[in-house]
């Protein structure tokens, strides 16, 4: 009788002098990545951690092929205009959808102010069986642990849902001086995350070395969700502790 195993050994960590260096190494792992198949389906985090990388892919958006390449977002504040400066949407305009030239059609992601958020759950987890798994995930890690908006709690979700921000989103730099009252997430749930053909975390600056400290003790637990990628074969951190 087969038995089928996850595998059980711990991430890949590049650790990088500089963000810099940390930038510059993402960006040709995600280039060669996204070069070695015909078309991708790129799962994308915003926030600070990657912006620096997405810039790159801007620079080096000759060596990407746009059609290509299909972009889902990770996450978005719930009830934060699509528009508004700091939703995740305007975030992935300005880094990516605009600056490799990415079509309508080949863009996913939840749409903030949908009035029936099981409903639209529903929709991104239907667009997952059809178009899945994502060939290459970017996360950033949360002060917290999270990863998306999957929180730490008794336990975790698999796929797309609603989800109750914890006070340390609500804190993130993002959404705290955008004047919205905002109380929860979407986010792509850990499952659909694990599926992910690979998956890249760039993480750098002093105040995420204990968070990282945490996660490199190997502990997988729902308390500290980015904690399960250790059950993944090929996740790679891009790591650096300085904040430049
Ligand atoms: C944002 C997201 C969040 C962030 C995390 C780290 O789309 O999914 O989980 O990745 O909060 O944020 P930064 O990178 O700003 O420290």
């Not at 903030?112 to 029936?116: E, G, I």
């Not at 178009?131 to 060939?135: A, E, F, Q, S």
């Given at each position: 009788m087969a038995k089928t195993n996850y595998n059980l050994s711990f991430m890949l960590i590049t650790r990088c002098s500089s963000v810099a260096e940390l930038n510059e190494l993402a960006s040709e792992y995600i280039i060669k990545d996204l070069s070695s198949r015909p078309r991708s389906l790129f799962c994308t985090a915003t926030g600070n951690s990657p912006t620096g990388i997405y810039q790159l892919l801007a620079d080096k958006k000759?060596?990407?092929d746009p059609q290509g390449l299909s972009l889902i977002k990770l996450d978005e504040w719930y009830n934060?205009?699509?528009?508004?400066?700091?939703?995740c949407e305007y975030y992935l305009q300005q880094y990516m959808i605009r600056p490799l030239g990415v079509s309508d059609g080949n863009y996913t992601g939840f749409n903030?102010?949908?009035?029936?958020t099981a409903a639209e759950c529903k929709r991104i987890n239907d667009f997952l069986t059809a178009?899945?798994?994502?060939?290459i995930c970017v996360l950033g890690i949360g002060l917290?642990?999270?990863?998306?908006?999957?929180?730490?709690?008794?336990y975790l979700q698999p796929h797309a849902h609603l989800a109750t921000l914890s006070d340390t989103s609500l804190n993130h730099t993002m959404i705290k001086s955008s004047g919205v009252e905002v109380k929860y997430g979407f986010t792509l749930g850990v499952a659909d995350i694990l599926q992910s053909k690979k998956i890249i975390l760039p993480v750098f600056g002093k105040n995420k070395k204990e968070i990282m400290e945490q996660l490199f003790e190997?502990?997988?637990s729902s308390q500290l969700?980015?904690?399960?990628?250790?059950?993944?074969?090929d996740v790679t951190v891009f790591y650096c502790e300085n904040d430049s």
């Open positions: 000759d060596r990407i934060l205009p699509m528009d508004h400066p700091a939703s903030s102010l949908a009035k029936d178009n899945g798994p994502i060939d917290n642990g999270h990863i998306g908006f999957n929180e730490p709690a008794d190997a502990k997988i969700p980015a904690s399960v990628l250790g059950l993944h074969p």
